[in-house]
Structure formats: structure tokens, C-alpha cells
């Protein structure tokens, strides 16, 4: 039986966060922002995922461990980003 690491509340609540911890860099892990909004950063992938193209883009608001937790506001935000 699977179970979570002894501190996965934690890292849900955002202690360590990788994402929130690197800032909001021009490049992270090979891929270069081509976006940069008011709440979102967005990343052009340059590995071979199969999909030319491929576009990550990452919440820089407040540390959430899913979109379903932003607020409506901040959701509306974000989106209107994404579809920038």
C-alpha cells in the first residue's frame, strides 16, 4: 500500500516549493519564458515531448497545489492569461 511522505502536508502548503522558490526566471530547466503576466509565466518546452510547440504555463501568485484552490478572481485572472 502506498502512502505519502511523513511531510507531504507540508509541501502541500507550500514549505520548500520549488516553483515558488525559483522566482520568475527568463529560463527554468531548459525552457525559455515567452510569456510573463500579471499572475502566470509562460514557457515555451524545448525538450522532445512530441508536441511542437508545448507551452507550460505556471501560477505566480500565492503557492496553491491546485488551480481548483485559486480564487474566482484569481482564476478568471489566470485564464485570461492562458488564453492570451
Known sequence: MRTWDADWEERRAGKSCPM??????DETH???RIFAGRVSDAYLVHGDV??????IVIWRGRHVADLTELTD?????YFREVLT
Open 20 to 25: 515558488c522558490n525559483e522566482g520568475r526566471p
Open 30 to 32: 531548459g525552457n525559455a
Open 50 to 55: 512530441g508536441q511542437p510547440g508545448y507551452t
Open 73 to 77: 478572481t484569481d482564476a478568471a485572472t
